[in-house]
């Protein structure tokens, strides 16, 4: 079976530190990766994703930036971050594969990020 | 690009009562899902549609893909206070990778 991690699972930083948030997907091949925010007025807003190996689409401009190293690894990065960057951050997958039955995201347990 | 409105955005109910929440669309979608979050955790896939007209069922959920293809509703029976936490629809619209969310439904139960 499939399962997916994300660390840490929460976080204090201070503004204009950096950030990293590794995502990893076990049990499945060539997944689609996504990182969405979850501000506290509920919404999902998408971030980035990823449908292989160093292939990132961006879908919000902002000071957040997004790696896939590896195959089932999926990174979140900031060079310095804002107050705004707080929030809670998911990453999620799905099957790789096309197929009118593999639209399913399957979403990891998130961080809590706080910057102070 | 598509939004959806999912309605309503809370509810307050007492243990044992039916809860229906829905979600509509003003384009046309090929995938509806519906998921459960908890507090501090990730959400949860309860049911997936892929069809219009589809109704499926988990246990005490019913979801049903709405024949226009802009629409889906989640039904829950004989709520507990298990059931508490956010409801969020999500659609696909086409052949991309993205799935569009609504903005939940916040769901307490009262024992």
């Known amino acids: 079976s499939q399962t997916i991690h994300q660390w840490p699972a929460t976080l204090v930083q201070p503004v204009g530190s950096p950030l990293s948030l590794e995502c990893t997907v076990e049990g499945t091949s060539n997944p689609n990766l996504y990182w969405y925010r979850q501000a506290a007025g509920r919404g999902l807003q998408l971030l980035f994703y990823?449908?292989?190996?160093?292939?990132i689409s961006s879908e919000v401009p902002q000071n957040l930036s997004a790696s896939r190293p590896q195959d089932r690894q999926f990174i979140l990065s900031s060079k310095k971050l804002l107050l705004s960057d707080s929030g809670f951050y998911l990453c999620a997958w799905r099957k790789g594969t096309s197929g009118s039955r593999n639209n399913e995201q399957f979403f990891g347990p998130g961080t809590r990020l706080t910057v102070l | 690009g598509q939004q959806l409105n999912q309605s309503p955005q809370s509810m307050f109910i007492q243990e044992g009562e039916d809860v229906s929440m829905n979600c509509t669309s003003s384009?046309?979608?090929?995938?509806w899902l519906w998921y459960k979050q908890d507090p501090g955790e990730g959400p949860v896939l309860l049911i997936a549609?892929?069809?219009?007209?589809e109704l499926t069922s988990n246990g005490r959920l019913t979801a049903q893909f709405g024949i226009t293809r802009k629409d889906s509703f989640l039904n829950i029976s004989a709520s507990i206070p298990s059931d508490v936490g956010i409801y969020f629809c999500a659609g696909q619209p086409g052949s991309n990778y993205k799935l569009t969310f609504g903005k939940g439904t916040l769901l307490t139960v009262n024992p």
């Open positions: 990823s449908v292989g190996i160093g292939q």
């Open positions: 549609l892929y069809k219009a007209g």
């Open positions: 384009s046309i979608f090929n995938t």
